[in-house]
């Protein structure tokens, strides 16, 4: 099983993607990382990490991880389901209010605990069977 | 395994040469605690500054907040596996100064939680505007890195707590509660009449400024166990989350953990508490899955007729509440949940971000995105720079004369998913 990590976040591509694939949306938001991952699932792929991850909300945060991979039964309907949800979540946040621009230091931040919520996932897990 | 908790009674906290409680004041030294909480060269400055309810006070950013305790008798120490040895606590006698805390107050990174206001109309809505507070102001080494910064801010307010709690060792408890869980068949035959109720206290535990730990391990690394109620009055569970204000669980909730409280309190009388699950909430889908089937497992294995399920968090954390929720329902084990809400402004809006059919049955604590107005106050103790970028806050929410208007889920406590608020909500 290959895993594919979407991400938008410099740190958890500069630290994977030698050994991973790993597909990099540079300067993309929040959403468009769901979206790549929602694309992918209808490609029959398969949810690995859940996409809301983190206690930071998704008007908050610029940076989003997910962990997918190729599924081998056709489309996974419990992924379909957990990323629309995690969609429709992530637009309710950012109807409310948008992102702010950030300052570096606290986007460095930002960043730094998107990348830990991968790490346990990416490193421990990667014998296990879907 | 049975604990009997001394509470002795504060009602006023100030500052004297030596710590040490005198009729219901708790007196600290406060070079003393910045000499224990810089043996960690990790931090380079610590501050210590008092806070009492009603005075107009701010402390911002808040990292965790701590019940002073001390164990007395019966085996292992306070916080074991974090500041103390791996021994097993839970039994004999624990002595606590209620109405004290510590709280820790440093900046590890820009958006962390959370306020506390001492008074005023933000004041209602956090339990620890009702304390008297031991605030510990740290500073990091120049280019600390994150994590680290993390671990020695979450080693220093458990060793002051410790410090500070040692303080009531030798007092006359104004006030001694029991608590007793039995070995599982003995507590099943000691009611037997009565329904087995079972407690599933869900852990966060999903990376850094996010993780729990029982015995001193991380609960990522977790699968699901069981634990005797007591053990977690003795600090068998302590918080890394600091995150979001609204829901964490600080390691004083945890001490006090409301629904392990109230369930006692009805033991024996319309319900038989039979001990807690303890499950996490891992990010990783298949640690979901694992977690969630032994979860319902052991609930079904001990003989559980009924559950209450609490988790701490939002998002990825309704999934593994879900999970539970459903599989220890086809269990025929009747759930009931415990959460607060993220409805939106309007509170119209989906209030979870995860739902099975089988989660009919759910005690709300409040919904996290309803707009408050907190005016200013005369002091603040740590730093009012990042209060838009907290969770809850946003650009404009400080006022230029330091009043604010945030979210509610700013304020540390205010809809904690374990029921510790006063907030509710009903349905029409």
């Known amino acids: 099983m290959n895993k594919l990590i979407i991400t938008n976040n410099s740190l958890v591509f500069e630290k994977y993607h030698s050994n991973y694939d790993v597909i990099y949306l540079k300067d993309a938001g929040y959403l468009d990382v769901l979206y790549a991952a929602r694309d992918r699932i209808h490609l029959s792929y398969v949810l ?21 991979a190729q599924g081998e039964n056709g489309l996974d309907i419990e992924s379909v389901v957990l990323i629309e949800n995690s969609i429709s979540a992530a637009q309710k946040f950012l109807r409310d209010r948008g992102t702010p621009s950030w300052s570096e ?7 730094t605990v998107d990348l830990s919520l991968m790490e346990d996932a990416i490193q421990k897990r990667s014998l296990i069977a879907i | 395994m049975k604990l009997e908790l001394g509470k002795i009674l504060i009602q006023d906290v100030q500052f004297g040469d030596k710590t040490e409680v005198v009729n219901g004041t708790l007196f600290v030294n406060k070079e003393e605690i910045v000499e224990l909480v810089l043996e960690d060269d990790r931090l380079i400055g610590a501050d210590v500054e008092l806070a009492r309810p009603g005075e107009a006070v701010r402390i911002a950013p808040v990292k965790d907040v701590i019940e002073p305790r001390v164990k007395v008798t019966g085996g292992g120490a306070l916080f074991p596996g974090m500041i103390n040895k791996v021994e097993q606590v839970g039994s004999g006698r624990t002595h606590a100064l209620v109405g004290a805390t510590v709280i820790t107050c440093g900046q590890i990174v820009g958006f962390q939680e959370g306020l506390i206001d001492m008074s005023g109309p933000a004041a209602k809505y956090c339990p620890f505007s009702k304390t008297n507070n031991v605030v510990l102001v740290i500073k990091p080494a120049d280019g ?7 671990t020695a801010g979450r080693l220093a307010g458990l060793k002051v707590a410790a410090y500070v709690g040692e303080a009531g060792r030798n007092i006359e408890p104004d006030e001694v509660v029991v608590y007793e869980t039995k070995p599982l068949l003995e507590q099943a035959l000691q009611y037997p009449d009565l329904p087995k109720i079972g407690y599933v206290h869900m852990l966060q535990s999903q990376g850094l400024l996010h993780d729990t730990y029982y015995y001193g391990v991380d609960a990522k690394q977790l699968v699901p166990t069981f634990m005797y109620p007591t053990e977690i009055m003795d600090g068998a569970i302590v918080s890394g989350n600091c995150v979001a204000p609204c829901d964490k669980v600080t390691t004083f909730h945890h001490l006090n953990n409301p629904i392990i409280e109230d369930l006692f309190k009805r033991h024996g009388k319309d319900l038989n508490f039979m001990g807690v699950v303890l499950t996490n909430e891992n990010v990783f889908l298949a640690d979901k899955d694992r977690s969630s089937d032994m979860t319902a497992k052991l609930c079904h294995f001990l003989g559980f007729e009924g559950v209450i399920i609490s988790e701490e968090g939002y998002g990825n954390p309704d999934t593994d509440l879900m999970m539970n929720c459903q599989k220890v329902s086809q269990k025929g084990i009747k759930v009931v949940l415990i959460t607060d809400e993220f409805p939106g402004r309007d509170g119209k809006s989906q209030s979870l971000a995860d739902t099975v059919d089988e989660a009919d049955a759910l005690v709300s604590c409040g919904n996290g995105n309803m707009i408050i107005h907190f005016p200013p106050m005369e002091k603040v103790i740590g730093t009012l720079d990042f209060i838009e970028t907290m969770i809850g806050g946003y650009e404009g929410s400080l006022k230029p004369d330091g009043s604010i208007e945030a979210e509610l889920q700013i304020v540390i406590a205010s809809t904690i998913a374990n029921g510790y608020n006063r907030l509710a909500a009903r349905g029409h």
Request: glycine fraction near 2%; avoid cysteine; aromatic fraction near 8%.
């Open chain 2, 144 to 150: 600390l890195e994150t994590h680290d910064y993390e």
């Open chain 1, 105 to 111: 230091k606290i986007l460095s931040d930002f960043r």
């Open chain 1, 48 to 68: 690995l990490t859940h996409p809301m991850a983190g206690s930071l909300k998704p008007n908050q945060t610029p940076y989003k991880s997910i962990i997918v």
